[in-house]
């Protein structure tokens, strides 16, 4: 068995369970220590946290923390919903130091919660594939898997109490043409479905054309995503592997990279650490509070986005990804999760006023004539998903197709003055499955009118991979594009600007930016002004789609622009090489001959 610390397995999986108020305390001395932890109308907790580990415990509010000091025990007021460490105090015993969260904490958590009452343990079912041109017989690569897995478990449930059951095992084929690991989880993502609430995680070996030598042992999303990739055939140990899949397990529940080098969240993975002999695995206290946030949040239900989490959870959460930014400079993951949340509390303006008592289902919008239009397209697109199966199954651009066609029979039978509204915004929240409309501040409180949270995880969980020209992605762009325009009854060059600037917030994502999404951002924005100026379009798309007249052709762009080579290549968004190529873009929608011209 891996070399974790035999304290965790004893002590902190007896730990209670995370919900409600949490602070995460990390141990950074050679030898355990025992605290308590008292509150007011509470029993006293009395915990042991070994050496060199992470405790995450369970408060109802603010609280008091008493360890050994060099006279006797020192007493600290703890806030819920930080982080703190124990340092060896050169007087005797130990010294407990907090890490300073940037911003203010919540109103409402500077106080106990009444109706405080910890729940069970949050079970995630995990299946475990392995690429299929791996010939080795299953019994020898699912006993090793399987025992890796339960290591990378045990951490994880140490640190933010949650249960990775497993789930069984499968193959998978990896598309030979996905040859960077970013492709091969989008390819993963296609070909392997999983349940909400679940994970999938796909091994492979092989290594595909033009692949660089220093690709990442592994690659995912984030929380609230379920796919995982691991790429780990070039680390010989396996403590080293353990270690991998521990982190990208973590990252799955809200952790991000750190400058830390004793946590498997180091961005420094494979560099022999694991493999030195008192070295154990252990997360860190930010990102061990960041995971039991979200676990807190997952216990509600599952999502499709992080913008999808209740604004209460994203504000903490801001916190803590800030401390982690300024931890690790250039901490791309945790820009991500900030702009997200960002654009979600921003699309609420109730929030703006008190946001500590805002939840989700207090964003719901007043009445809206153009979301009961849309439901019923969607209610449309939701019938011809179901109905998609069997031998004749569609996939690709032949789905994105029969969808827009269902769209736009359901929106002739609307009232015409309902009718391009119904049928813009309801086929937008159709095709959207990245949670990009509920984390745009201009289309969310529309989105959230039209489609509840329940009734978005059962949309996604039978929608399929409909495409664009091929590229899940550009679907997802044009959509995005599409209903920003409609939501705003934007003209062709305010569509642009908000075209160039989701194309910039790409540019800290892992993924980088693209110019083909940029091109289908702004042919999405093109086909809502066209539809909004003629009815007549409804009826045309309704008898024939295809993406090649919609969307310019995408080869030869430039695509994964990372920030840095933004930066070193135009400078600013106002360089004019760039303005170049957005106008160049902008021609070309322009000249699809659907458009006449």
């Known amino acids: ?42 029993p006293v907790q009395t915990l042991t946290i070994p050496a060199f580990q992470v405790l995450p415990v369970t408060v109802a509010g ?49 106080k106990p919660e009444a109706n405080f009452a910890p729940p069970e343990r949050l079970k995630i079912p995990v299946t475990l594939l392995l690429d ?49 690991i970013e492709l091969m989880l989008s ?60 982190h990208f397990l973590a990252t799955e529940l809200g952790a991000v990279p750190i400058n830390d080098p004793g946590s498997v969240m180091r961005p420094t993975l494979g560099d022999g650490k694991a493999r030195l002999r008192n070295f154990t695995l252990r997360l860190d206290p930010l990102n061990v509070l960041a995971m039991n946030i979200w676990v807190d949040e997952l216990r509600r239900g599952s999502l499709n986005s992080p913008a999808e989490a209740s604004i209460v959870t994203q504000l903490r959460l801001v916190r803590v990804y800030k401390a982690l930014v300024k931890a690790s400079t250039g901490n791309s993951l945790a ?47 939701m019938l011809r998903a179901r109905l998609n199966t069997g031998p004749a199954r569609l996939t690709g651009d032949d789905l994105t197709a029969a969808y827009i066609r269902a769209a736009a029979n359901e929106a002739m039978m609307l009232p015409e003055k309902d009718r391009a509204a119904g049928f813009l915004m309801g086929l937008a929240v159709a095709l959207d499955d990245s949670g990009e409309l509920i984390a745009d501040p201009h289309t969310a409180p529309l989105a959230r009118a039209i489609e509840s949270a329940a009734e978005r995880a059962e949309r996604i969980a039978v929608l399929g991979n409909p495409t664009l020209r091929g590229r899940r992605d550009l679907r997802r762009k044009f959509v995005i594009g599409l209903a920003a325009t409609e939501a705003q009854a934007l003209p062709e060059g305010e569509a642009a600007d908000g075209a160039v600037a989701r194309f ?40 024939k789609f295809t993406a090649d007249e919609f969307l310019p052709a995408t080869s030869g762009l430039r695509d ?35 458009y006449g011209k």
């Not at 995370?18 to 220590?33: D, H, L, M, S, Y």
């Not at 997200?340 to 004539?369: G, L, T, W, Y």
């Not at 790409?506 to 093109?526: I, W």
Request: proline share 8%; net charge negative; glycine share 8%.
């Open 62 to 110: 603010p609280c008091e923390l008493s360890a050994p000091g060099p006279r006797g025990q020192r007493a600290y007021l703890i806030d819920p919903y930080n982080a703190y460490g124990f340092l060896p105090d050169p007087a005797g015993g130990v010294f407990l130091e907090g890490v300073n969260l940037p911003g203010e904490a919540l109103e409402r958590d500077r």
């Open 560 to 594: 994964g622009l990372p920030l840095q080579r933004f930066r070193e290549d135009y400078g600013s968004a106002s360089d004019p090489h760039f303005r170049q190529n957005v106008d160049a873009l902008r021609s070309n929608v322009k000249k699809l001959a659907i």
């Open 335 to 381: 820009l991500g999760y900030i702009n997200d949340f960002d654009k979600a509390v921003a699309a609420n303006p109730a929030a703006k006023k008190d946001p500590a008592v805002v939840e989700p289902k207090e964003m719901v919008p007043a009445k809206n004539p153009d979301a009961d239009a849309a439901k019923q397209v969607l209610k449309s697109v």
């Open 504 to 543: 910039l917030a790409d540019l800290d994502t892992p993924a980088g930016a693209g110019f083909p999404g940029l091109s289908a951002d702004l042919a999405g924005a093109a086909f809502a002004r066209a539809v909004r100026n003629d009815l007549g379009w409804i009826v045309r798309v309704r008898d």
């Open 132 to 180: 299929d041109s791996d010939q080795r017989v299953d019994a020898l690569w699912q006993a090793e898997v399987k025992e890796r897995f339960l290591e990378a478990a045990a951490l994880i449930e140490a640190a933010c109490s949650v249960r990775l059951e497993l789930a069984g095992f499968a193959r998978w084929k990896v598309d030979p043409q996905a040859n960077d």
């Open 187 to 246: 390819d993963f993502e296609d070909k392997v479905a999983v349940k909400p609430g679940g994970i999938v995680i796909g091994w492979s070996h092989r290594v595909l054309p033009g692949e660089k030598p220093d690709v990442p042992f592994g690659i995912a999303r984030g929380a609230p995503y379920q796919h995982i990739v691991i790429r780990d055939a070039r680390l010989g140990d396996k403590n080293e592997r353990t270690e991998v899949l521990a």
């Open 1 to 42: 068995m891996h070399r974790i610390a035999l304290g965790i397995l004893a002590t902190l999986l007896l730990a209670p369970p995370t919900f409600g108020a949490v602070f995460a305390v990390g141990n950074f001395t050679e030898k355990p220590i025992e605290f308590t932890v008292k509150e007011a109308d509470r």
